[in-house]
Each structure stands twice: as structure tokens, then as C-alpha cells.
């Protein structure tokens, strides 16, 4: 499938002083091997870097804003998706590479709450009933499946001990605590934020997880949407959190030096709008 993705960000000083040495760092898209991105737009034109875990970011200057002024960038992605499956070939890893992710993506963070007794002992049962860390993974996307009740977007992120205590949440929620359960057992875990194209404009903010096993490599996993090792053309996927548990869509630095006499408050929102391009569109 062949979308089009316009992201505009829209950024107002509320404040009563200037705003000054403004600087964005915008997160666009990450790898992943069932998205290619063919083409993007930006304006006012910025620089594009690849950040930690293969996140590419757009880097824009944000101009001298007075108060009640406002700043509106926009990123224009094409974007081709198809349905990938990343069980089908076998890919074994190396020990030397388990190793290094085991240390790596198998740490407690904040919403990854690995010691937990209530996790811990999720975990335990999990592993007694499983023979290697693919029927451990199935068997702990079948458990959080069943035993947390999906619900609509929160307004806030619970984390995975409250998912399990609580038996309810978000998508949030269900990748939070399939992560918590598999680097409890020291399988390499992490999650990734995007969308969800319903073929309506607005696309579905979305979190999902990865999950390393030794013969497949990284497969993708989506507990709130029932899906393990593939993902379909309507995934787009944003960011990549394995070595920290966040990392907002925008992130907004500027010189705060009045701030702590007068008072500072910048608002930053982003909307995203999808649509499918024919063949052939621009």
C-alpha cells in the first residue's frame, strides 16, 4: 500500500516573553522491514539524522516566537507497507549477539517493572508451562491477551504492574506488560510507537513490541491487536523504546532564562493525516 502522511506540528508560545533559540527534534520514522519510505518533504527545510535504534528525526530551528505567536512545520512522508511475516526464514543468532541484547533490552525501566512480584510471578508460571523463548513469548501474548481487557485510548500510560494488577488498558498497556514478562526471563523485549491506518484520515496512534528469539531474530508482536511475528500494510511505525521505556513524538528546547521570573509556557500539538495514493499520484 502506498500512503501519504502529513504531519504538521503546531507550536505556540502562550508565555509572556519571547522565545528564543528555539530548536525541534521531530521523530518521523524507524526501520522496519515491511515500510519504505520512497520520498519526504520539509518545511522549512531541517536536517535529518538517524538517532539510537535506527530512529530518523528532523532537526528544525524554530524562530524567535513573541508571546501569543506560533510555529508550523510540516513533513510530508511516501511511504510504501506491505504484509510481512518474519517467522517464515529462520534466523539464528549469534550467542555473542544474545548476549549483548540480553544486557541491553533486558533492563527494568519506568512501565517495565521486571521485578514486580506480581510480574515475577506471571513469569514463573509462564516459564514452567514453555520449552525456549518462542513458546515463552506465545504463551505470555496469550496470557495478556486474556487477562487484560483492551480499552480505548487512555490519557494516560499505566505501566505493566498496574496492567497486571488492574487486568485493563490500552494498547499501551498490553505491550508494556509483554515486555515486563519477557525481559523478566531475559528475553530481549522493546517497544515501538506508531499508527494504525483504518482507511480514515486520522490514522490510530498504536504501540506494539519486539521481541528477540534466537531463531527468527526481531519479530513483531501486537498483544492489544492479536498478532505475532507479522504485521500488515496498515502498520506505520514512528519510534523504536528499547533503551528507555519513551521517547516523545516532538521534543522542544529554547533558551529559558526569563522563565524563572516570568513564567514560560509553550503548547506543542501534532496532527497526522493518512490518505492512499494511486498508482501513479505524487
Known sequence: MKLLINMQAD?????????????????????????????????PPARVIEKAEKNMVAVIKVPELNPGEAFSPTIILRIDTIMRNWL?????????????????YCQMKKYWEVEDSLIQDISQSIAEQSNGDEAYARLAFDIVRETVKLKTHLDFRLGAADAAKDREGDCDEHADLFIALNRAV??????????????????????????????????????????????????????????VSERPTIQLKWNRAQARTKGEFVSIEEKVKMTVLQNGAS
Open 186 to 243: 531475559r528475553i530481549p523485549c522493546r517497544r515501538v510507537v506508531g499508527h494504525f491506518y483504518r482507511r480514515n484520515e486520522e490514522p490510530e496512534p498504536h504501540a506494539w513490541t519486539e521481541v528477540y528469539l534466537e531463531k527468527h531474530g526481531w519479530a513483531p508482536v501486537d498483544p492489544a491487536l492479536g498478532t505475532f511475528g507479522t504485521l500488515s500494510e496498515n502498520y506505520f511505525s514512528r519510534i523504536r523504546e528499547g533503551l
Open 11 to 43: 507550536v505556540i508560545n502562550y508565555g509572556s516573553s519571547k522565545m528564543k533559540d528555539g530548536k525541534m527534534v521531530w521523530h518521523l520514522f524507524t526501520d522496519m522491514d515491511n515500510q519504505f519510505v520512497t520520498s519526504f518533504d520539509i518545511f
Open 88 to 104: 517464515m526464514e529462520p534466523q539464528p543468532a549469534p550467542s555473542e549477539e544474545l548476549r549483548s541484547l540480553r544486557g541491553t
